[in-house]
């Protein structure tokens, strides 16, 4: 990635801090992905990503930026792309999911904060990843209390636009999230110069919707008996749906699809016949984090499916494209983000209803319910999913970790014993 060095040094960044990250991200990439069998072929392009991970999108951002686009960094899938894109925007998710960002966000914030929010906070302050220097404005989300506050502290670094999210949804919730999104327009609106109208509105649902059901393609290939795709390939997939251009992951995940479409008709899969199958559920899992699916796609397991951010509540669920006044397009994006089910709604039945659909739906042995270190309402919202599970006869494993390899010994022995387990 020495070719952006100018770019990064131009991006005000750390340099000599960043290059100590450029040096570990190879060998971690290579020792996780690259060491898997039999892999599909259209994998290539989203390894080709991680190599230039702070050269080749930062690249086209700022390429954009020159011609008067503006980019808007998220970190959070409740926060509706649609709008930006309709404004002629590009949005960036920007949650960190690397240990190296962790202490840089401990210096501003209570050690036991989430390592998400530490990770995010560190990569702006500390200067060492392109894509929170190069967002024109960031827009946070009252979600949690430890990503509400980080914002805070975030603003005095860089423009910040925070949306109001309900926390329950009672049709007057839905009514005020759609009004919620039409500020947020008007805050797009302002940021672009642009307007947004009924015609690039509609438009940009179409974009995200078609983003989604590329997603959901690849995802669906995951329910055959013979696996054509590993947990850990369609996690990066995921992961870096986030960054990229929606057209072109549409694009990618459709040729991925089609591939594991011919896998499943033609009988390959990448695991053995008769690896127990795995849901994820939980926090999401951001870029690189990728040490469970590693540990347990080591452990003799397969991960089908993610329960989570990083997975099905990304692009479950459509847009309305029916629409055709700007008030019915808020209401109908009011109305399919708030059927995403995250922890910070009260009550939140839904994510446990989903949890079972999804355990039958791709066929699982068990689930593991994954909780990042300090995030008190994913920890506190387990006691249900576990408790519906057991319900349901369906084994489960609680697990709380965060980004630091220091229990990567003990997490695999548990893993192994819980997939032992299930016989
Ligand atoms: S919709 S999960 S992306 S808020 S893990 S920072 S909740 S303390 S990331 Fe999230 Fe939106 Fe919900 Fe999804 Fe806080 Fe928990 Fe950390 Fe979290």
Not at 139 to 149: A, F, I, L, M, Q
Not at 406 to 423: N, P, W, Y
């Amino acid at each position: 990635m020495s070719d952006y060095v100018k770019m990064w040094e131009d991006l005000g960044m750390d340099l000599e801090t960043h290059d100590a990250l450029c040096q570990v991200l190879p060998t971690a990439f290579g020792d996780v992905y690259l060491s898997q069998e039999n892999r599909p072929e259209g994998m290539g392009f989203w390894d080709f990503v991680v190599s230039e991970i702070h050269g080749i999108r930062p690249s086209e951002l700022i390429e954009a930026q020159k011609n008067g686009q503006k980019v808007f960094g998220t970190f959070c899938v409740y926060v509706p792309d649609e709008v930006v894109i309709a404004a002629n925007g590009i949005v960036t998710g920007l949650c960190g999911g690397s240990q190296f960002w962790v202490p840089g966000g401990e210096k501003v914030l209570p050690k036991n904060t989430c390592p998400l929010i530490k990770a995010s906070v560190g990569a702006r302050l500390d200067r060492t990843c392109p894509f929170f220097r190069i967002a024109d404005i960031y827009v946070g989300e009252n979600t949690c209390d430890g990503k509400k506050k980080a914002y805070e502290i975030l603003a005095e670094d860089v423009p910040m636009h925070v949306m109001d999210v309900p926390q329950m949804k009672r049709p007057e919730d839905i009514e005020r999230w759609a009004h919620e999104i039409e500020i947020f327009a008007g805050v797009v609106e302002e940021q672009t110069g642009n307007k947004v109208t009924v015609e690039k509105l509609n438009e940009a649902i179409k974009i995200i919707n078609n983003k989604r059901k590329a997603l959901k393609r690849v995802y669906d290939a995951r329910k055959a008996d013979k696996l054509p795709i590993s947990g850990k390939d369609a996690l990066l997939m995921m992961q870096i749906a986030f960054f990229d251009d929606p057209v072109r992951c549409a694009e990618m995940c459709n040729k991925l699809a089609d591939e594991l479409e011919q896998r499943i008709a033609d009988g390959v899969s990448v695991f053995p016949e008769g690896t127990k199958r795995i849901l994820l559920t939980g926090t999401p899992l951001a870029i690189p984090n990728w040490k469970l699916h590693h540990i347990i796609e080591t452990s003799g397991a397969a991960v089908v499916c993610e329960e989570m951010c990083t997975g099905t509540r990304y692009f479950e669920n459509l847009v309305d494209e029916e629409q055709t006044t700007l008030e019915g397009q808020y209401k109908a994006l009011a109305e399919r983000y708030m059927k995403n089910n995250c922890a910070c709604f009260t009550p939140n039945e839904g994510r446990i209803d989903d949890i079972i659909r999804l355990a039958k739906e791709y066929k699982v042995d068990g689930v593991i319910d994954v909780n990042l270190k300090f995030c008190s309402i994913y920890d506190t919202e387990g006691f249900f999913v576990e408790r519906a599970l057991k319900e349901a006869g369906i084994p489960v494993l609680g697990i709380e970790t965060d980004y630091t390899d220091s229990d990567a010994e003990q997490l695999k022995t548990r893993v192994e014993a819980f997939i032992e387990m299930l016989g």
